[in-house]
Structures are given as C-alpha cells and as structure tokens.
C-alpha cells in the first residue's frame, strides 16, 4: 500500500456527512487519476476527479439520480477531505456521479 505524501491542506472543519461503510480492498491509485480538484459547496469542501470515457470501465451507481453510470461514460468522483477517519478511508467512500448530478446536487 504506498502512501502518497502529497498533502495540500489541513481539514479545518469536520462536516457531519459522513457515514461509516466497510472499506473495500480496491486498489485505488489507478482511479483517482487525474489530479482532482478541490470544490467547496455548502457541505464542506469536496475533492472531484474527472474520470474520461476511456478509463470509465465499471458501472456505477449515481448517488444524485440513483441510476447507473455505464461503463464508457464520462462522469466525475467525489469525496470528502475532512473525513472523521482521514483522506484514506474518504477516497474508500468516493462516489461516482453524473456530471449533470453533481452540479445540480443538493447538499445535505
Ligand atoms: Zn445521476
């Protein structure tokens, strides 16, 4: 498991998003590719990657329209920094969303 030191804030606020879930055992180095970037909403701030249509390779479930994300197409993953069990196990609990369902999402 290599740890990557690339560490570019410190969380200041832990939101109360989160839910614990089991954490898979996927290699994620592969996914979170390329560079994310930070976006703040009103729920905190949230790291977002774009994943193009070419390494889309899984289907997924949208947390914004609950319908699938079929492999090939382009959609973008999110995640929390501030996460109350750290960055590791907010990447584990990155969710994948339309990037229309992500814009137009609703914090809660
Ligand atoms: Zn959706």
Redesign the pocket.
């Known amino acids: 498991m290599g740890k990557k030191n690339n560490r570019k804030r410190t969380p200041s606020n832990l939101s109360k998003w989160q839910k614990p879930r089991p954490a898979s055992g996927r290699d994620i180095s592969r996914i979170l590719d390329p560079t994310p970037r930070i976006e703040s909403a009103a729920d905190g701030d949230w790291f977002v990657a774009y994943i193009a249509s070419v390494n889309a390779l899984k289907t997924y479930k949208?947390p914004?329209?609950h319908?699938q994300i079929k492999p090939g197409v382009a959609h973008l993953v999110a995640w929390q920094d501030d996460h109350m069990f750290g960055r590791e196990r907010a990447i584990e609990e990155r969710r994948h969303?339309?990037q229309k369902?992500w814009q137009t999402r609703r914090p809660y």
Request: hydrophobic letters at 15%; one cysteine or more.
């Open positions: 949208c914004g329209c319908r969303w339309h369902c």
